[in-house]
């Protein structure tokens, strides 16, 4: 498996490892993986009536990626006054599988998550 890195923070964060990100693997090219934030518990109560089985909901720092993708579409109207604005807060699927985070290890800090979504779903990146 090769993960491609797409998109990252790496440049603006203190601790490269430890920034937001999206990429693509090479044994799965209708998917797109992110590595989010974890939202905190107030934050993720505000979706919940949006999660379905397997989501999770994260965040990434407001003009990380392109406000046109449909990776915002759940979250896009959601207000709540626990929500921070310069965040945009984005739902995936958890990856389980412990062979995909293997290879996503070094990418992925204690407060951050990896999720998919379909690549259509990220198609605007720049």
């Known amino acids: 498996m090769k993960v491609t890195t797409l998109i990252t923070t790496a ?3 203190p ?3 430890d920034c937001p990100s999206v990429h693509d693997l090479d044994v799965d090219p209708e998917r797109r993986y992110v590595v989010s934030k974890q939202a905190t518990a107030a934050e993720h109560a505000v979706f919940r009536d949006l999660l379905e089985a397997g989501d999770i ?3 990434l720092p ?3 990626l392109d406000e046109r ?3 915002f579409d759940r979250t896009r109207h ?3 006054e ?3 604005p310069a965040r945009r807060y984005v739902i995936t699927s958890a990856v389980r599988d412990p062979l995909v985070l293997a290879h996503f290890g070094d990418l992925v800090s204690r407060n951050e998550q990896l999720g998919t979504v379909p690549a259509r779903d990220l198609a605007v990146i720049a």
């Open 78 to 80: 959601v207000a709540g």
């Open 82 to 84: 626990v929500l921070d």
């Open 11 to 13: 440049d603006d964060c």
């Open 62 to 64: 407001a003009g990380f």
């Open 57 to 59: 909901v994260g965040w």
């Open 69 to 71: 993708n449909a990776l």
């Open 15 to 17: 601790n490269k490892w």
